[in-house]
């Protein structure tokens, strides 16, 4: 709890390193934030800054090299019911019909949804 409130998001030192065959590629670097009970907040760069990856890394699709994501004083680091994404290009199963895609959802998110 800080002078502003309960703080159900903090970014600690969030930092992401890709390797690839030229070598290590830092996708971000010692990120910290403090998202407060009912803040709005805007994740705001050029193409290629690392947004993206510091959003996947708060849905815990992604680790993080180092530093580490907390939601609701626990740590992230797999996906969870209590994180949604939608993802910039459409990912619906192209085998399933759009319903089926939807159950499917709603099956994985488990009851009380």
Known sequence: ?????RVPLELTGLTKTFHTPAGPVAA????????HDAEFVC???HSGCGKSTVLS???????ATLGGVIIDGREVTTPGSDRAVVFQSPCLLPWL????NVALAMKHAG???
């Open 1 to 5: 709890m800080t002078p502003l409130g």
């Open 43 to 45: 994740v705001l760069g």
């Open 28 to 35: 971000v670097e010692n990120v910290n934030a403090l998202v």
């Open 111 to 113: 009851p009380g949804l």
């Open 57 to 63: 890394i708060i849905a815990g699709l992604q680790q």
């Open 97 to 100: 019909t759009a319903r089926q």
